[in-house]
């Protein structure tokens, strides 16, 4: 096999540590673009064959709630692997845009208005659908005296006008466009019409999110439904990831994952044809126990489950 090596370059190591990073002239960018450009030159020339080519093509993957806590974890790792993926972002605000970093990839939309999703899929290969209504707690709360938080959604950002009317303009936008991979971010407890999180906020949150995962099993496009378990700021890649079906792990004492261990999963979801037409409950055991995951086709094939 011939070995093909890259001329060594800056550009082909850009410090991407944190998203200040980010904004030194796109540097993850335009990495990806000049190894492009590389692979065709050498493709052209003969030194790189075409089943080489065909085994690593660069694939543009979206990423939406990009300024969100999990969303941001999943965008910056698709930067930093610029041999596998070219990284685009959709945020709500300008200000979300510049807390990833503002690079021109990062687009400003609002899923609730279809037309605005547009530019940001014009091109992609595959969707991360990290977007989701977000509950205010109201404010007033004493804790002093015992008083349990109560939330609210902001008048248009409910559940139903975010999780369900947002997310099904997304998948529609990216049908357009032939998109060949939507991965889904859910969450756990969508079994249960009565589960807790329906009452925060009056949101009927978990409904509205299962009716969007069932809109996208039927869009006939394939896809990878990831229902999270509560979301944890920790370290990812340090705990044994557990995937589930039907909320049953929620009856355990795992049920619990970081994001940064969500958002891997979702960009291993592109890699892996076990990961299509499947929907993943998805939690971790505690730090300490269990072996750190790192074989994710073969979690992947542990569930079979298409909704
Ligand atoms: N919290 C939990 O314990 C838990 C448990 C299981 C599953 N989940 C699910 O996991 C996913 C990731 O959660 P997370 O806590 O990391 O998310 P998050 O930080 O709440 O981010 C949600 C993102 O959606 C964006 N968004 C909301 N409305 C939008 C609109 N109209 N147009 C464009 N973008 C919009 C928000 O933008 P702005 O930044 O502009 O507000 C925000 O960046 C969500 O689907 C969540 O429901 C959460």
Redesign the pocket.
Known sequence: MTRVLLPSSPILNPSISDFSGFRESSAALLTSRYLLLCRKARASSGVLSAAAMADAPLRTVLV??A?????QIAYKKLKERPDKYIARG????QE?KEKIGGADDVFI????NAESIIPAVQGIDSLII?????PKMKPGLDPSKGGRPEFYFEDG?YPEQ?DWI?QKNQIDAAKAVGVKHIVL????GGTDPNHPLNSLGNGNILVWKRKAEQYLVDSGIPYTIVR????QDKEGGVRELLVGKNDELLQTETRTIS?AD?AEFCIQALEFEEAKFKAFDLASKPEGTGTPTTDFKALLTQIYERF
């Open positions: 939406t709630g300024g969100g806590r999990t969303g959709l945020v709500r605000t979300s939309a609002d899923i609730r990290l977007t989701s209504a977000v950002s975010v947002g971010v859910g969450s756990m999270a378990g509560g979301l994001r969500v």
